[in-house]
């Protein structure tokens, strides 16, 4: 399964990011290798839009659970169009990695 | 006056609330019926020019942008479009792809892009122009958003390419508050922009940013000083190392406000204001014509 976390750094240690358009960094994960990698968000300073480039970057790493704070109308919409599954973290204060745990706990909610 | 033969003049502020509006329409009533004036509400987000002016409107037109709609019998899914649209109002999702109307500013590049003619543009309604004649033969037209989503800035140049402009006319277009891109769609083309501002830090923050654009657009700017009393000296001061003119000062008044609530500009407060909007306008001519000839 490979999931896609917003986060404030580069490092899965880092803290998450609340904003899933606005968010500087994706952690990408795959729960079967547990292998990691830092997506660089491109787009974060884009006035509009943000949230469609930011589900464009999911949808091109084949991303099956998306886990963010919150999800705008149109990321949302284009999310739910590829059929990726949105979630929300437990806190904000969370880190990516406990995060990832928390998903692997089944603790997490999804975003609806 | 560049190439066109008009001259027009742009008034703008950093923030919303300085009063731009009153000094736009109280320059507008004092140029006529000497100058031939026409006036642009390029405020379209919330245009309100009409509320001092009172045209009486006869014209109207909407205003659309060209979105694009995507034959799915064409589309190869090659992602070109999605990739040269710098809006993100497209995503290639799986083997579609996804338009957001609201976010699409119709610039055309995905059909340009576009290798196998699949993307068709249609019109998608984005507001509407009006004009009519306004108090004291003013020509008046403004632009109304009609969406949610802002997309001001089609319609703003929308509105400036509408209405005629005769030789000798005066151009006055009263902008949207702050900094964004309608501000500078606002101010192309102008051969003058006037600054209200407030002499506040906020005032000045908000300043600096309009003219920073004014710098770059190479558009020579003066400043109004609005509520002059209220604040410090700060924006004086900064105006002054910049050489940049303060071009008139309006004293804070209740007076003044409660016109203002009313519907009423400048000139309705004293008759003085005819005057000093009329000599302030000369200088703009002169500095026009030596920003021209340098
Ligand atoms: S550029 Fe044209 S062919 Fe390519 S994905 Fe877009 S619409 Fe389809
Ligand atoms: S017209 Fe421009 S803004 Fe609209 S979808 Fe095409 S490229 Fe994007």
């Known amino acids: ?112 | 006056m560049k190439n066109s033969k008009a001259l027009c003049i742009a008034v703008a502020s950093g923030k919303g609330g300085t009063g731009k509006t009153t000094v736009a329409t109280s320059l507008a009533l004092s140029l006529t019926p000497q100058e031939n004036v026409l006036f642009l509400d390029c405020d379209v987000e919330a245009p309100n020019g009409h509320l001092f002016l009172r045209p009486r409107i006869e014209a109207e037109k909407k205003a659309v942008i060209l979105i694009p709609r995507i034959d799915v019998e064409k589309c190869l899914t090659c992602g070109k479009c999605v990739e040269v649209c710098q809006f993100h109002a497209l995503a290639e999702i799986g083997k579609s792809i996804m338009i957001f109307p609201q976010l699409c500013h119709g610039c055309g590049s995905c059909a340009w892009h576009c290798p196998s003619k699949a993307i068709k543009e249609i019109k998608n309604p984005i507001g509407v122009l009006e004009a009519g004649l306004a108090l004291k033969g003013i020509r008046f037209a403004h632009g109304i958003l009609t969406i949610s989503e802002p997309m001001a800035t089609p319609i703003i140049r929308q509105l400036k390419k509408w209405q005629k402009t005769e030789t000798g006319s005066v151009i006055i277009q009263d902008a949207p508050p702050g900094a964004s891109c309608s501000v500078v769609e606002t101010l192309r083309g102008a051969d003058f922009a006037l600054l209200v501002s407030e002499p506040t830090p906020f005032g000045l923050h908000d300043l600096k940013q309009v003219l920073d654009i004014l710098k770059e657009m190479n558009i020579p700017g003066g400043v109004i000083i609005n509520r002059d009393g209220i604040g410090d000296f700060q924006v004086d001061q900064f105006l002054k190392q910049n050489h940049i003119p303060i071009m008139m000062r309006i004293p804070y008044s209740t007076e003044i406000a409660s016109a203002v609530a009313a519907g009423k500009t400048l000139l309705d407060v004293s008759s003085n204001y005819g005057l000093e909007f009329k000599t302030l306008f000369s200088q703009i001519k002169k500095r026009v014509m030596e920003n021209e000839t340098c």
């Open chain 1, 1 to 112: 399964m490979i999931l896609i976390i917003s986060s404030q750094n580069a490092d899965i240690n880092s803290p998450v990011d609340p904003r899933f358009g606005r968010s500087q960094f994706f952690i990408k994960y795959d729960t079967n290798t547990n292998h990691w990698e830092a997506i660089k968000n491109s787009s974060v300073n884009q006035r509009g839009g943000a949230g469609i480039a930011a589900a464009q970057i999911a949808v091109n790493h084949k991303a099956e659970v998306v886990i963010s704070g919150d999800f705008g109308p149109n990321a949302f919409n284009a999310l739910k169009a590829a059929g990726i599954t949105m979630m929300t973290f437990l806190q904000d204060t969370s880190t990516v990695q406990d995060t990832i745990d928390h998903y692997k706990q089944g603790k997490l909610n999804p975003f609806e």
